[in-house]
């Protein structure tokens, strides 16, 4: 099946300063999503790219579909503490009922 | 009302008894999804629905099963739990259209089977 790769697998960063990561997949996505987890509760949509080369912000977050179609990029500007928790990406998974395969993760550790 | 509640939040259970998990949601979606989270491997789907009675199996599918009997309440059963069942299992919905990915997630059952 479709397997997306994502790094770094952790990051432990000083507040203020700024995160990248990416996902890589071995197949063609026409749809890319980026999920941010909290601790103790359900994943929540940060951005979804729908075409290749868009560059979509959403605050302090920036993602990118990558050219190729075969990757993703999430960064995050002047990290604070509320930014902890797991970052996925996720890409549709065959084409019918919105089924989605989703990147290991990334965990991100804030110090204030 | 939270849109996805899933019960119970937490459960410890033994070796060979079977176990369901229950999702229920409000926001009238069409589309349900239960998927188990585990270090290292990110989500991974195990059953999915696409309507009341109609679902089908996604990659980790074994030793679960699933029903929907209303649009609001998508059950997940493990039918004799083992201990490689342990995990975070989420429930998330979907609402219509092709393109729209933008799942809701419910706050997660944690399962430990002893």
């Known amino acids: 099946g479709q397997q997306l790769n994502q790094s770094p697998q952790s990051m432990f960063i000083q507040e203020g300063e700024d995160v990248s990561m990416n996902c890589t997949s071995s197949?063609?996505?026409?749809?890319w999503l980026w999920y941010k987890q909290d601790p103790g509760e359900g994943p929540v949509l940060l951005i979804a790219?729908?075409?290749?080369?868009e560059l979509t912000s959403n605050g302090r977050l920036t993602a990118q579909f990558g050219i190729t179609r075969k990757d993703s990029f999430l960064n995050i500007s002047a990290s604070i503490p509320s930014d902890v928790g797991i970052y996925f990406c996720?890409?549709?998974?065959?084409?019918?009922?919105?089924?989605?395969?989703f990147g290991q993760g990334t965990i991100l550790t804030v110090h204030p | 009302d939270a849109g996805i509640t899933q019960s119970p939040r937490h459960k410890v259970t033994e070796t060979g008894t079977p176990v369901t998990l229950r999702c229920h949601q409000t926001e009238n979606h069409r589309y349900m999804y239960w998927y188990r989270q585990d270090p290292g491997h990110g989500l991974r789907l195990i059953h999915y629905s696409y309507g009341v009675k109609d679902t089908d199996k996604g990659e980790v599918s074994d030793g679960y099963s699933v029903s929907r009997s209303k649009t609001e309440d998508f059950l997940l059963t493990l039918e004799s739990a083992t201990s490689s069942q342990t995990s975070v299992y989420f429930c998330a919905t979907k609402g219509q259209g092709a393109t729209n990915y933008g799942y809701t997630f419910g706050s997660g059952t944690r399962l430990t089977v002893v």
């Open positions: 996720a890409g549709p998974s065959g084409t019918s009922y919105g089924k989605l395969t």
């Open positions: 197949s063609i996505f026409n749809t």
């Open positions: 790219l729908y075409k290749a080369g």
